[in-house]
């Protein structure tokens, strides 16, 4: 499982502050010996904008010898 939770002052050269805050929270499942599913949702927000939302979803196939 990850979560993660940052956020940043950006401060551009017009003199307006604005922070920019991301949320996500991700999972990964093993499916086999060599196969993972995983999934990721993030919602970034920043100051005076409306949220924005993500979702990714994958599977990863590992080729070669497999796990040592």
Known sequence: ILLAWSTAS???DSGQ???ARTLRLGYS???GPRT???GIAQRDQRTDMTPGHSLAV???QSFG????
């Open 29 to 31: 499942h093993d499916l």
């Open 58 to 60: 994958g599977l990863r």
């Open 65 to 68: 010898r497999g796990p040592a």
């Open 10 to 12: 950006l401060d551009a």
């Open 17 to 19: 502050g604005s922070q």
């Open 36 to 38: 993972r599913l995983y």
